[in-house]
Nanobody, 126 residues
């Protein structure tokens, strides 16, 4: 069992930056791949980014955030970060992280994850 807690959401102006954290606990936390997802009212869930487990340096980004968002992992702190720059109103939504354990180098957003957190709200004012 893995528990995930997100933090760092808030209100930011267009063009601003915000950093999110996903702190995990439970057995073999660092063996899980972590994905960041977002969902805005009336819109479908969107995979934003994912990162491989502690053996993998693989990272993946959605086209909509490429070049603006950066995902990273601090194994010692059991935390995965999502740094978001040049934020746009379209980036607003509830951001949550999720964990999946699979034995491959790459990570995918378009798959079922085993565990997820409650999420943190991101609001971008225009």
């Amino acid at each position: 069992q893995v528990q995930l807690v997100e933090s760092g959401g808030g209100l930011v102006q267009t063009g601003g930056s915000l950093g999110l954290s996903c702190t995990g606990s439970g057995a073999s936390w660092d063996a899980y791949k972590i994905g960041w997802f977002r969902q805005a009212p009336g819109k479908e869930r969107e995979g934003v980014s994912c990162i491989g487990d502690r053996f993998s340096g693989f990272k993946r980004y959605a086209d909509s955030v490429m070049g603006r968002f950066t995902i990273s992992r601090d194994t010692a702190k059991n935390t995965v970060y999502l740094e978001m720059d040049s934020l746009e109103p379209e980036d607003a939504g509830n951001y949550y992280c999720a964990a999946v354990r699979e034995y491959s180098w790459e990570c995918q957003m378009n798959r079922v994850y085993d565990f997820r957190g409650q999420g943190t709200q991101v609001t971008v004012s225009s």
